[in-house]
């Protein structure tokens, strides 16, 4: 997940025409200490859980997109995982992760990508999606997410993702944010993935703000 608005009122004007993807989380991830920012969670409770609600098993091929510098990535090696993906946008981000892992970062495929426009060369059991996706606010970009997704994920593979929930946050590191309830989220892909488990979630970030969010657990038909 990414900073809120109160964590970067400096952002808060940015304007669509002027945004520069890589250029705004490279800095981000520069300027902000990795247990600072709002979406930082020393546990990642709720991805674990969906992954354990898929019973998806340990040597499981899992990319996960919009990484960033998440824990989970190390919680999944400490549970046995053999094939993993990370893509961010932002190198610096892996940076973080790399020093953070040590040794094990030879363990994990790393991707610097923009996911809307990434041609994965290979496929997934699952994609995870923790708060990258309700960030795409033009259609475009929503439909370049689910070319690589579908180009991504296996026949029978897992799709999840977390999004703010309808009553969250409306703006997110200075930019404005797609929200959504269960079915509106589960909506985004049914025409390739069937709903599994829908549920809401709250994230504490490090100020102590309550973050309301959507999970979905769909599986690929």
């Known amino acids: 997940m990414r900073r809120s608005a109160t964590d970067s009122k400096a952002a808060a004007d940015i304007r669509a025409s002027d945004f520069d993807a890589t250029e705004h989380w490279g800095r981000v991830y520069r300027t902000t200490p990795d247990d600072s920012v709002s979406w930082y969670e020393p546990e990642p409770r709720a991805s674990l859980e969906a992954l354990a609600l898929a019973g998806i098993p340990p040597g499981a091929a899992l990319v996960d997109v919009g990484a960033g510098s998440s824990r989970l990535v190390e919680h999944l090696l400490d549970r046995g995982a053999t094939d993993l993906c990370v893509v961010d946008i932002a190198a610096t981000a892996f940076e973080t992760s790399r020093a953070r892992l040590g040794p094990r970062a030879t363990q994990v495929d790393w991707v610097v990508a923009d996911v809307t426009a990434w041609r994965p060369e290979r496929s997934f059991d699952v994609w995870h999606d923790r708060a990258l996706f309700h960030f795409l606010t033009d259609p475009a970009q929503r439909d370049g997410y689910r070319a690589a997704l579908r180009r991504a994920t296996v026949p029978g593979g897992w799709l999840i993702v977390a999004t703010f929930a309808a009553d969250g946050p409306e703006r997110c590191s200075g ?4 929200r959504y309830d269960g079915p509106g989220l589960v909506a985004e892909f049914d025409e390739d993935f069937t709903a599994h488990d829908v549920w809401r979630d709250a994230h504490r970030s490090p100020s102590g703000t309550i973050q309301p969010f ?8």
């Open 175 to 178: 930019l404005p944010v797609r």
């Open 214 to 221: 959507t999970w979905v657990v769909m599986r690929r038909r």
